[in-house]
């Protein structure tokens, strides 16, 4: 048995980071699988079964990653003695998340020690009940909302920056103001002199270094003394490097060579200050990644208005009740799922399913948190509540997805993994060939170019290409009715050659209609229809119930079928008053009833016009030539047109007959038709298709598909099908439009176009910089790069890399190629 935990990790900040917080927990004893997401500070973990959580935290703790962890209070009542206690306790710890759970018996109180978000008052309620006993939830002592720590960091971030900003100011004008302009110079000198204006720059620079500055020296030495050296440390071993020999000139110049006595505070103000710049630029575009999920966050109500005892009253959304009676006024967001009860309306559901024209609702009709009632008054029954509701399950869907590390990632974790050591190598051998070979003062040139190499290669864009591409790009599928349930198919989506369709209910509306009864000889039709269609009663497949339909259409009255047994894909048997009754195609007949021959012809004909024939036997003796027609949906063939202009081959895989798919095939334009394919033979019939054509996607929206689904590279689910292949999918349509799967794979095909434009970016970044950093312009061109360039350079690429990726938000279809 596996568990599958999130813990959000503090202390980020770089590629580097990631990969030491994966190598921390991968080394823990039991855990199966860890990966790690710079963008949303989270680590996805499985863990197998009796793996202590509190060794996660620990090994986190040792990395310089610490969990965030939260605390919470309850109130136990129903304990009476000490095992009372013991139980409590021994539910509480198996919650995944919990890493201690403390039961007081004096006080009848609980306090729950979590990862942050693992463990809900919803979730420990309903384990303490379980055991036996009510908790109630009496204080929350845990770690700020995600949007509230962000806005947190954002207000420190801009509080450190300005005062560096003001601190480094004087700093920079009065060391780079007396090099540039030769009059302030002698100004200086005259006015303030050397020793005051180095004393002056010291005081200045050393409570930028320690006070705004402290962030990148509390974490990267102690990551330094681990021997696991991050980003941080990068900016501490630069900064302080710069610092100290100042120092050193200021206070002792007589240790250093002729001619090296030099200052360099300004440096390491300047590099701080540009780097806390980065960072606030780079928090605020980090902020705007998670729109998407803040936007579904928003459609979650509060309260909700519950009929009870004849009263209506105003109760918490999270003290819903299943089967509580709820009020919705016009204009007020639905609160959970339900099934109307009273009154009728339209409703707005645009903002999860993206159809634009509200839904009438009536008695019977389901309704579903988050959307809007428009213009009438519902009375409804909650049918799911909590996290069980669509909504909350979109909410999941797309946070899974956002978090999800793509394969392309793996090779960025490899080279990101020895990046660090490999740069603070790299300024060592630069301060090294300086010293030998530089000219005078050598020591001066291999400080400034070491220093150089340090900050210009901090690899944080390289830790944020990709996830902030998926974060967005997720959620601009969000928008348009797409969900990713499995991020993965992100990029195997991209890569597709073929996109295999269903037929019943994906291309068409899953609403069959009985067009055509031709019966054979001069047989009463009444009578022959109400026994075909009793022996249909029961069945669920869309053609049988089409055909019941039609007769309850006709007032006529049907009963069960005294035995009933179907054939997937074929069609049925039963007995109805004594009758032997055979419905099904003419792969079901024709065999055992060589006489059906010319009743086949007849069927070839309809099916040549679109429709699905079948034929029906009672006691051997065939009687009818049935006809059921499926209508394609209104965006099929435009869809299909979208598909082909991506560049994909559309296949169709049906049960149906060989002739209606053809002609169906032939109104849409669609390349491949597999024909009369039992449900069990859709496997087959997608793997027959990878060999010919490559990565395959399938859609598809029935149980039946189910298999199909799961076998195929990227599994699709359309909306409006069942929750068996919703499940099974890794890509779920919210309607049923057929353009969500064009819009699913232009969104996948944008997305990993910006992922390789970040890639390409933050890689080239530092393969061209960091030889220019050390110097090797300077023997022809006399061109050396300025660690305070480098800093100003390093930032930006961070911010470069989000703001790409922020132009997924405004992706559309029709402008695919511009982005």
Partial sequence: MSEQLQIS???????????????????????????VNLANERADVTISDGTEVSTLSDALQTAGYPARMETREYSISGMSCASCVGRVEKALKAIPGVISANVNLATESAHVEALLGSASDEQVVRIVADSGYEATPLSEQSDTSSDERHQQEMSLLKR?????????????????????????????????????????????????????????????????????????????????????????????????????????FEAAAVIVTLILLGRFLEARAKGKTGDAIRKLLSLQVKSARVEKDGQVQDVPIEKLQLDDLIHVRPGESIAVDGVVTSGESFVDESMLSGEPVPVAKSPGSEVTGGTINKNGSLVFKATRIGKDTVLSRIIKMVEDAQSTKLPIQALVD?????????????????CLVWLIFGPQPALTFALVNGVAVLIIACPCAMG????????????????????????????????CQVIALDKTGTLTRGEATLTDFILKGDLLHDEILTLVASAEFVSEHPIAQAIVEAAKEQGLSLQKPERFRATAGMGVTATVNGKIIEVGADRFLKEKYPELIEMIKQGQRLAEEGKTPLYAVIDGEPVATIAVADTLKDTTAEAIKGLHQLGLKVAMITGDNRATADAIARQLGIDEVVAEVLPKGKVDAIKALQDKYGTL?????????????????????VGTGTDVAIEAADVVLMSGDLNGVVNALAV?????????????????????????????????FGVLLSPMLAAGAMAMSSVFVIGNALRLRQFNFQTAGDA
């Fill in 9 to 35: 990790i503090e202390g980020l900040s770089c590629a580097s980071c990631v990969g030491r917080a994966e190598q921390a927990l991968r080394n823990t004893p039991g855990v199966e699988s860890a990966n």
């Fill in 160 to 264: 450190d920056l300005i005062i560096a900003a003001v601190l480094t100011l004087p700093v920079f004008v009065l060391e780079m103001g007396a090099h540039l302009i030769p009059s302030f110079h002698h100004w200086i000198m005259q006015n303030i002199g050397q020793t005051a204006n180095w004393m002056i720059q010291f005081v200045l620079t050393s409570l930028v270094l320690f006070f705004p500055g402290r962030r990148f020296l509390s974490k990267g030495l102690p990551a330094l003394k681990r021997l696991a050296p991050d980003m941080n440390s990068l900016v501490a071993l630069g900064t302080l490097s710069a610092w100290s020999y100042s120092v050193i000139a200021t206070f002792m110049g007589g240790l250093l060579p002729a001619g090296t006595r030099n200052v360099y």
């Fill in 414 to 430: 490899k080279v990101t993994g020895i990046f660090v050591p490999v740069v603070m190598t790299v300024a060592v051998l630069t």
């Fill in 464 to 495: 944020l290409a990709t996830p902030t591409s998926i974060m967005v790009g997720t959620g601009r599928a969000a928008d348009l009715g797409v969900l990713f349930r499995k991020g993965q198919a992100l990029q195997t989506l991209r890569d």
């Fill in 697 to 717: 996607a399938f859609v598809g929206d029935g149980i039946n598909d189910a298999p199909a689904l799961a076998s195929a590279d990227v599994g699709i689910a």
């Fill in 748 to 780: 996948s095909q944008a997305t990993m176009r910006n992922i390789k434009q970040n890639l390409f970016w933050a890689f080239a970044y530092n393969v061209s910089l960091i030889p220019v950093a050390a110097g090797i312009l300077y023997p022809v």
